[in-house]
């Protein structure tokens, strides 16, 4: 055999080398170069697959199984998941991310960061950071965002608080849930792990994601130009938030130029802002868009609310503010409904109910048990206004 042959022999052995090592340690190039992909290139009509069953309308595992497979995307948004949750919180926050990894993320793979108020321990890190794949950071809170402001005449907020508890309102007496509802109101998207990000989804500890994912939420907002979302609205507690609204409209009567030409003012006020139906979105669940929060229009308007003191003096929610802003300095069509998002936090369960939606998600909610058209819901006025 001559010098030549003996070469190309050479050669040929470790091209073929070269394909094994790949094809075992590349699982996107064994399926590119394997023998029934290249039949199916080759030959139309070959593939023994039926084609509406591509990878991309089929999920990867059943509901409960854990995979580190991704589709092949082609675009992610900038954004995270973010969960406020104390060490206490671990089993809650396991079986949430849990829930959300299976449903949607372990094909998608966006980052999450976890925010307390003290140092997570090595415990909540090692047993949070082994559900999942994607990057997950855990932040400390700082003092000056969490921690009742020095501003705060504490004597009048603790007569404020000790009525509340006479009144069996819910977290009347509690000055640790004003912190968060302040926190969540104005500062988590300041956080340092936060900046680098323009795309939220809250998440909190111990709630259910019933129904797959199959699409990606974020660049869905992203690209329809939506900056906030909701899968469940509801009346908030009159008695918690006796003057919000007089402050808010007192903004507004300051600072008419942030205020959209096409909001949703009309989805809370029947008489162009003289009272409050006290319709909000549950903020428990939000997917929204941070340079919204961050811009001129929210921050004038969390900065003005602040300093009335009501987070202390009252019990405003993070919920009335950020959806009062939303509808108000956002217009209705940058406002989204995720019906066919399943989400459940205690006690009450969004269901999907358009067509198809639940069994395309292969949910395991309970339709005719959905919280949407309750008597203490307000997706029926929500309807009517989307409507209108």
């Known amino acids: 055999m001559n010098t030549t042959a003996r070469y190309l022999i050479a050669v040929f052995f470790f091209i073929i080398s070269i394909h094994y090592i790949f094809s075992f340690t590349h699982e996107s190039y064994g399926r590119a170069t394997s023998l029934s992909n290249l039949k199916n290139k080759l030959i139309p009509g070959s593939s023994s697959t039926p084609a509406s069953d591509t990878l991309e309308n089929i999920p990867s595992e059943p509901y409960g199984g854990h995979t580190n497979e991704t589709l092949a995307i082609d675009y992610h948004a900038n954004a995270t998941f973010v969960i406020l949750a104390r060490n206490n919180d671990l089993n809650g926050a396991v079986r949430s991310i849990r829930e959300i990894e299976d449903r949607f993320n372990r094909r998608y793979r ?7 108020e003290e140092p997570f321990t090595a415990e909540f890190k090692s047993r949070i950071s082994v559900l999942t ?17 020095d501003s ?3 004597e009048k907020a603790k007569a404020s608080r000790d ?5 069996n309102i819910i977290y009347g007496g509690s000055v640790s849930y004003r912190n968060m509802c302040r926190f969540n109101s104005g500062f988590f998207f300041k956080h340092p792990l936060m900046l680098k990000y323009r795309w939220y989804w809250r998440i909190e500890p111990d709630v259910h994601f019933h129904c797959d994912i199959l699409y990606d939420p974020f660049v869905f907002m992203e690209k329809q130009k939506k900056v906030y979302s909701f899968t469940i609205t509801m009346y908030e507690y009159q008695a918690t938030i006796p003057t919000l609204w007089g402050h808010v409209m007192d903004f507004v009567k300051l600072h008419p130029e942030y205020v959209a030409k096409d909001n949703s003012l009309g989805f809370m006020s029947t008489d162009n802002g003289a009272s409050y139906n006290l319709c909000h979105f549950w ?3 939000e997917i929204a868009d941070m340079e919204f929060w961050r811009g001129p229009a929210y921050t004038a308007f969390f900065e003005y609310l602040d ?3 009501g987070f202390y003096y009252e019990r405003w929610g993070d919920a009335p503010v950020h959806s009062i802003a939303a509808a108000l300095f956002a217009s209705r069509d940058q406002i989204h409904f995720f019906d066919d998002i399943g989400y459940e936090h205690n006690p009450y369960t ?3 109910k358009g067509k198809g939606a639940w069994q395309k998600g292969r949910c395991s909610c309970d339709p005719l048990k959905s919280f949407d058209y309750d008597g203490y819901s307000c997706m029926s006025k929500w309807d009517r206004f989307i409507e209108s």
């Open 283 to 285: 903020s428990n669940f």
């Open 110 to 116: 966006y980052p999450y960061v976890f925010l307390n």
């Open 350 to 352: 969004h269901c999907p």
């Open 163 to 167: 009525k509340m508890v006479e009144q």
């Open 152 to 154: 705060i005449d504490e």
């Open 133 to 149: 794949s994607s990057k997950v950071e855990f932040g400390v809170i700082p003092k000056e965002h969490w921690y009742q402001p």
């Open 307 to 309: 300093k009335q003191g």
